[in-house]
């Protein structure tokens, strides 16, 4: 394995350049990292004696429209299928 790693490098080095000016990197703007939400007041979330939590965050982009239906639909499903999967109510 060792015999295969400096032959790797020996080709390698082959095609480098040493004689050529370095290269600065430019900074990349940081992207801000999103802050969680607060549990809302009220809400006790389930802890295990080693005092592990899930916390589950759902986010929803809703599409810009004028039609009401739209965003009933949208919100029907989402009761259907998030809050009582279980039940054949449509």
């Given at each position: ?7 790797t490098l020996k080709s390698l080095c082959q095609f480098a350049d040493f004689g050529a000016a370095p290269v600065i990197p430019t900074p990349t703007p ?61």
């Open positions: 394995m060792l015999e295969i790693t400096v032959n940081s992207i801000p990292t999103p802050t969680p939400s607060p549990t809302p007041s009220g809400v006790q979330l389930p802890t295990t004696p080693e005092g592990v939590r899930l916390d589950v965050s759902i986010r929803i982009e809703l599409p810009i429209t004028q039609d009401a239906d739209v965003y009933d639909k949208i919100f029907k499903s989402l009761r259907k299928n998030l809050l009582a999967p279980d039940s054949e109510e449509d």
